[in-house]
Each structure stands twice: as C-alpha cells, then as structure tokens.
C-alpha cells in the first residue's frame, strides 16, 4: 500500500477502505457481518486503516524533511509548505499530526532521527486510535461494558483453539447465535431448551436442557479474567451444540 503518497482522498474513501478490512477481520473471527466493528478492532489490537494511513503519511513527512536541501525532492516539499492547498500532501500533514496531538513544526520534527521519529508517531498514533475507538465504544450499548485499557490483542487469542476464540469473541460482543442476541433472525426470544424464558448467554448457562447445570460457573465474559474466559467459552460451545441439535430434531 503506498497510501504515503496518495493525494485528494477524502474522509469517505478512506472508510470504503475500512470496509474492505473490516470484511476480512469478520471472515476471520467467522462472525455475522453486523457484529460491531469497533468490537473486531479492540479484541483484536488492530489500528482502523485511517490511522495506518496518518501513521504511513508522517513517517514519509520525515523522509522527505531529511533530504538534501538542494534535492528536487526537497525543494517541492518546501514549495507545498510555502503555498500549502487544501487536500495535498502538507495540508493532509498538518490535519493529521493535530489528530495524533503531535505539537510540533515541521523543523522540529526534521530534527528527530529516524528512530526517535517512529517511536513517537507509533505511540501517538496507538493512543490516537484507541481513544477513538473507546469514544466509538460507548455508543454502542452491546459492548459498551467491556473494560479495555489499552489496544492490544486480548489473551484468549493466544494458545487456544480457534473455535473456542471465536465463541469468546463473538460472547463479549453479544453476537453469539442465540435469540437475544441476533434478534432479526428469530419469531420470539424464547429459550430454544426450556421455552419459558429469554434466550441470553446468562440463560444458556443455566437452562437444564443443554446439559448440566454448573453451579459456580458465572458469565464472567466481559471481564479481563482469561481463565474464567475460557472456562465460560467451552461450556458455550457443549450448550450450542446442544442447542442445535435440539433445533434440527424439532424441525
């Protein structure tokens, strides 16, 4: 992606961008396509594209300062920041280091070696989109609980089987297969065990007719507590197994 030179893009290219990652990270974690996508971004760790792009676009801001000052490639730079336009490179430049709330001039950041550079825009850019992800966050209400305190990826990722992530996932997200969670594809929110009451994860726990009932085990999901995670994860995929089959035998 040479999205460090690119010109005359706006704000909603950038998001048809987005989609097209934001489709990948769904094939990935095999999760419905309505799941939100600012719940992929922070289970996973992963910078939305538009800050890959601010990240990409200042880092070839700091080459170019660090060419020879009789360079041709210098000289157009300066001619840019001289008669600056809307939407070109330095415009963009200047644009994004206030999103990242880097506070400084062109000369200063000329100044900084290559190093030192990038160890800041990583960290700017990092907080920068965590921040707005965690601002995305609170607009939703099926993950708004979540506790995250940075971005990273979360620990149930690692050294697990790739089913029992995915069902971790898609529990923290209140997108499993269940009625209370994916209400458009079913006629009433009626527990597909018991019939009597509404099918949540909590229920699926405690509902007799997909196994036995373990007294201690809690929906402990939302909290950063890995091994209550993958306690939780497995006895949801024993309950939806159960759960299918109960469905294909009442079809």
Not at 15 to 23: A, F, Q, S, T, V
Not at 164 to 178: D, E, P, Y
Request: aromatic fraction near 10%; include cysteine.
């Amino acid at each position: 992606m040479n999205s460090e030179a690119w010109i005359g893009y706006s704000d909603k290219d950038i998001r048809e961008l987005e989609k097209c990652d934001e489709l990948l990270l769904s094939r990935i974690l095999n999760c419905d396509r309505n799941t939100s996508n600012t719940h992929k971004y922070l289970e996973l760790g992963v910078l939305p594209l538009r800050f890959v792009v601010m990240k990409r676009k200042l880092g070839f801001l700091h080459y170019l300062l660090k060419q020879d000052k009789e360079s041709m490639v210098y000289k157009v730079l300066a001619a840019t920041i001289a008669d600056t336009r809307k939407n070109d490179f330095v415009f963009t430049c200047l644009k994004y280091l206030r999103v990242l709330k880097i506070e400084m001039t062109f000369g200063e950041i000329e100044k900084l070696s290559k190093r030192k550079f990038k160890k800041l825009l990583n960290e700017k850019t990092k907080t920068a989109a965590f921040m707005y992800l965690k601002e995305q966050q609170q607009k939703q209400k099926n993950i708004r609980e979540i506790r995250y305190d940075k971005l990273s990826m979360q620990n149930y990722f690692f050294g697990r089987s790739v089913e029992v992530s995915r069902t971790i996932f898609r529990a923290r997200g209140r997108c499993l297969n269940i009625k209370m969670q994916q209400r458009w594809r079913y006629d009433d929110v009626l527990c597909v065990g018991c019939k009597s009451k509404e099918e949540s994860g909590e229920e699926m726990l405690k509902c007799k007719e997909f196994g036995e009932i373990k007294s201690k085990l809690k929906y402990d999901i939302f909290f950063e507590n890995e091994e209550k995670q993958i306690l939780v994860g497995n006895e949801m995929i024993k309950r939806l197994r159960e759960r299918k089959k109960i469905l294909e035998k009442n079809q």
